[in-house]
Structure formats: structure tokens, C-alpha cells
């Protein structure tokens, strides 16, 4: 399992930014640019959702209450994804956490960051 570790994350005014950082540390097995990259978040009382995803190849997806203001990006060479995330609203607070996937038809591999809190006040 990859070891991720998160940050960035805290209190910003509506309309605000933040950028999002998540590290791979530790011993990879295999290269960092195989892993699909994302970021989900959880409100409370609610499930977690996926917000973007970045795969090795560059392809990226977005949910549709993010696109426009987030944008998934990643740094190979650092073990590093970044979410830069502007013109925050309420509805953004939840605590996000960064995931890195492997799968193909013999191999699979899911592991998640414990998470960084983004509080968005009105």
C-alpha cells in the first residue's frame, strides 16, 4: 500500500482559495506515474465522493459542482497531486482525502491519506 500524507487544508472565506498537496512517501513498488490520482471529499453525515481524479496518462475528470474552480494536477517526479481549489463556496467544507489506484486484471492496489479539513465560512 502507497502512504499518503496530505495537507494544505483549513479555514478560508467564501470565494477564497486553498491548494491541496498529497505526498506518496515511503517505498513504492511500482512507479508513481501509474497510479490514478484523486481527491474525494466527505461532509458530514454524507458518503465520500469523488471531486477530480488524475490519471498517469494526464487525463483528468472533475465532478460537476467543482469544474471551473478546481484543478487536479500532479507532479510525477515529486510523488506529489495537487488540487488547487478557487472560488470556494460552503458547500465545499468537508474533509478531503487524497487516493492512489491500481488496478488491471491480476493487480490491485487502493490506498487512502487520512485526510485534511477544508472549512469555508460565509
Known amino acids: 500500500q502507497v502512504q499518503l500524507v496530505e495537507s494544505g487544508g483549513g479555514l478560508v472565506q467564501f470565494g477564497g482559495s486553498l491548494r491541496l498537496s498529497c505526498v506518496a512517501s515511503?517505498?513504492?513498488?511500482?512507479?508513481?506515474?501509474?497510479?490514478?490520482m484523486g481527491w474525494y471529499r466527505q461532509a458530514p453525515g454524507k458518503e465520500r465522493t469523488l471531486v477530480a481524479a488524475?490519471?498517469?496518462?494526464?487525463?483528468?475528470r472533475y465532478d460537476d459542482s467543482v469544474k471551473g474552480r478546481f484543478t487536479i494536477s500532479r507532479d510525477n517526479a515529486k510523488n506529489t497531486v495537487y488540487l488547487q481549489m478557487n472560488s470556494l463556496k460552503v458547500e465545499d467544507t468537508a474533509v478531503y482525502y487524497c487516493?492512489?489506484?491500481?488496478?488491471?486484471?491480476?493487480?490491485?492496489?487502493?490506498?487512502w491519506g487520512q485526510g485534511t479539513q477544508v472549512t469555508v465560512s460565509s
Open positions: 487516493n492512489a489506484n491500481f488496478q488491471t486484471r491480476t493487480d490491485y492496489e487502493d490506498s
Open positions: 488524475a490519471s498517469g496518462d494526464g487525463s483528468t
Open positions: 515511503g517505498r513504492l513498488f511500482k512507479p508513481f506515474s501509474l497510479y490514478t
